[in-house]
Every structure is written in C-alpha cells, then in structure tokens.
C-alpha cells in the first residue's frame, strides 16, 4: 500500500533540533504520512505507520543516503542533522 498524504505540512519548531523528539504527537495525528518542515529550513516526511515504514525501507528507490534525494547536501552543514545523516551510504 502507498503511502497516504494527508495534504498537511507539520512545522516542528525546536529550535536547532533540541526538541525534535519531543514533539511526535503533532504529525502523528496529523496522519500516517506528513510532510514536516524542520528547522534550518529541511524538509521531510513524518512516516508513523510501521507498514509504510517497512515498505519504504525496503523499497529500491528509497536511499537514507542524503546525497541521493537532496542534491544541495553538504555533510556538517546542519550540526543537528548530520548525526542523523552522516555514515548512510547504503540503499
């Protein structure tokens, strides 16, 4: 099943990342699948249905590898999100 958008961007204000796990009720209830715009400007998708995850993590053409989907990533630029960045090079 593909994933479901619900049309409804989350905007996680946490002031340079040090809340981003404090706040995972507002996409989940938002929806199985939403976009959410981080801080820095960094856009992602929330994804909180274990089926979804699995199918995109096993989905040839999903990469955690940054330089695969944002052609203006450099490594470190974002101090918060290169810890959940760097080292991802596999498919």
Do not use: C, F, N
Request: charged share 20%; net charge positive.
């Amino acid at each position: 099943m593909p994933p479901v958008h619900t049309g409804t961007t989350v905007v996680l204000d946490s002031h340079g990342g040090d809340r981003l796990y404090a706040q995972p009720d507002e996409p989940r209830a938002a929806g199985p699948t939403v976009r959410a715009a981080l801080p820095d400007g960094v856009d992602a998708w929330s994804v909180t249905r274990g089926d979804l995850v699995k199918t995109l993590l096993t989905h040839p053409d999903v990469s955690r590898d940054a330089r695969a989907s944002w052609p203006g990533y450099r490594p470190g630029a974002i101090p918060w999100l290169y810890p959940r960045t760097a080292g991802s090079r596999t498919r």
